[in-house]
C-alpha cells in the first residue's frame, strides 16, 4: 500500500512539473506573436486559443502536484495552532464531505464534454480559423483523475496521522507558512497546542473521570 501511495504522490509530482514547462512555451508564443504582430506586421488570430489552452493546461495540472506538496491555500493562522491530530480530522471530513464529491463530478463532467468534443471534431470559433479544442478539453478528465487519486492519498495521510499522532513525511516542494514564526507573534506555546490534543485523543474526558487526590 506504502509502494502505491507512493507512486501516485510520484504522479502527481511528475505531472505537475512537466505541464509547468507550459508557462515557457506561453511565454515565447506570446513573444513571438508581439513582434509578428507590430515589428512584421502579421498578427495570427490562432494565438489567443492557443495561449489560453496553454495557460488552461497549466492550471488544470498542477492540481494534483499542488495537492501532493501541501501547498493549497488554507487558513494556516488558525489550522497552524492545532495539534496534528485535530488537523487531520479536520481535513479528512472535508475531503470526504467536499472534495471527493466535487472532484469525482468534475472528472465526470470532464469526461462527457471532451468525448462529446473528440465526435464533432470540435475547433474553437473564436477565430475564422479556430484550432482544434478537443485535445485541450481531454485535459479536464485527466486533470480530475489525477486529483482525485492525489485526494485519497492526503485521505491515507489523514489516516495515519489520526493513529501515529503525527503527520508522514511528504514532498517539500512548497513551504507551508512558519508555524513557529506565528507562535512567536501571538504568544503560543507549545504545552498549550499539546493540551488541545488532549480533547482529540479523549485523554482530557478520562482526566475528568480519574479521581482526584
Not at 82 to 97: C, E, H, K, M, S
Not at 168 to 190: C, N, Q, S, Y
Amino acid at each position: 500500500m506504502g509502494k502505491t501511495l507512493k507512486f501516485i504522490d510520484f504522479l502527481s509530482t511528475w505531472s505537475g512539473r512537466l505541464c509547468a514547462w507550459s508557462i515557457v512555451a506561453l511565454t515565447l508564443l506570446i513573444s513571438w506573436e508581439v513582434f509578428s504582430r507590430y515589428a512584421l506586421g502579421t498578427p495570427h488570430a490562432w494565438v489567443f486559443d492557443g495561449s489560453a489552452m496553454l495557460y488552461g493546461l497549466l492550471f488544470m495540472m498542477a492540481g494534483a502536484y499542488t495537492l501532493a506538496a501541501g501547498g493549497h491555500v488554507r487558513g494556516d493562522v488558525l489550522y497552524g495552532f492545532f495539534p496534528p491530530r485535530l488537523q487531520a480530522g479536520i481535513d479528512l471530513t472535508l475531503y470526504v464531505a467536499f472534495f471527493i464529491p466535487g472532484v469525482f463530478a468534475m472528472a465526470w463532467a470532464g469526461w462527457t464534454f471532451a468525448a462529446d468534443s473528440w465526435v464533432i471534431n470540435e475547433h474553437s470559433s473564436i477565430s475564422a480559423d479556430g484550432p482544434p479544442i478537443y485535445p485541450f478539453k481531454t485535459i479536464i478528465p485527466v486533470a480530475g483523475f489525477l486529483l482525485l487519486l492525489q485526494g485519497f492519498v492526503e485521505m491515507a495521510r489523514c489516516y495515519v496521522c489520526l493513529k501515529q499522532g503525527k503527520w508522514p513525511a511528504r514532498l517539500g516542494d512548497v513551504e507551508e507558512v512558519d508555524v513557529e514564526k506565528l507562535k512567536e507573534m501571538v504568544h503560543v506555546r507549545d504545552e498549550d497546542i499539546a493540551a488541545l490534543d488532549k480533547y482529540v485523543t479523549g485523554d482530557a474526558h478520562d482526566d475528568k473521570r480519574r479521581p482526584q487526590p
